[in-house]
């Protein structure tokens, strides 16, 4: 009974998702710490590259932690943190690219590649009908072949 009882506690908070910011990490300012868990959220870990430095456990991800609460605490505002992490780490590292001249392929693919299957399937289907059909063989025709199979056999 208590083993199953323990089975049931353990399955139910496996299903708690893992926060990866430390106790030591967080600040002591509630406002200054959900600004915190915010940037942290948008910002990727260059380590995992599918997570939030917020959800990873990466040595890196937690440098990065405690780099953001640095730059809150000396003052800095949300873009202005942001703006520091992406101008040493690049545009990677924010886990939703901005839209700007050097990503504009990146967000502007889709389109462009639904357009050019939609475009060629209209001109695939537009080619298919206009394929000259096949007629049948008229009565000479089929009476010449009759007589050259015949002469075959």
Same mark, same amino acid.
């Given at each position: 009974?208590?083993?199953?009882?323990?089975?049931? &506690? %353990?399955?139910?908070?496996?299903?708690?998702?893992?926060?990866?910011?430390?106790?030591?990490?967080?600040?002591?300012? @509630? &406002?200054? /710490?959900? !600004?915190?868990?915010?940037?942290?959220?948008?910002?990727?870990?260059? &380590?995992?590259?599918?997570?939030?430095? $917020? $959800?990873?456990?990466? /040595? +890196?991800?937690?440098?990065? !932690?405690?780099?953001?609460? /640095?730059?809150?605490?000396? *003052? $800095?505002?949300?873009?202005?943190?942001?703006?520091?992490?992406?101008?040493?780490?690049?545009?990677?590292?924010? +886990? #939703? @690219?901005?839209?700007?001249?050097?990503?504009?392929? %990146?967000? *502007?693919?889709?389109?462009?590649?639904?357009?050019? *299957?939609?475009?060629?399937?209209? &001109?695939?289907?537009?080619?298919?009908?206009?394929? @000259?059909?096949?007629? #049948? %063989?008229?009565?000479? /025709?089929?009476? #010449?072949? !009759?007589?050259?199979?015949? #002469?075959?056999?």
């Amino acid at each position: 009974m208590i083993r199953s009882l323990v089975v049931a &506690v %353990l399955l139910l908070f496996s299903t708690v998702p893992a926060v990866a910011v430390l106790p030591d990490e967080i600040l002591s300012d @509630p &406002v200054l /710490e959900e !600004r915190a868990r915010n940037l942290s959220a948008q910002l990727r870990c260059m &380590v995992c590259q599918n997570q939030s430095i $917020d $959800d990873s456990n990466a /040595e +890196l991800a937690r440098d990065l !932690r405690v780099l953001v609460r /640095e730059r809150l605490v000396s *003052g $800095d505002s949300d873009q202005d943190v942001i703006a520091y992490v992406v101008s040493r780490y690049g545009e990677f590292v924010l +886990l #939703k @690219p901005r839209f700007s001249a050097r990503t504009v392929l %990146l967000w *502007g693919a889709p389109i462009l590649l639904t357009l050019a *299957g939609v475009t060629s399937l209209l &001109v695939f289907a537009r080619r298919r009908n206009t394929l @000259p059909t096949q007629q #049948k %063989l008229s009565s000479d /025709e089929e009476a #010449k072949i !009759r007589s050259l199979l015949e #002469k075959q056999d």
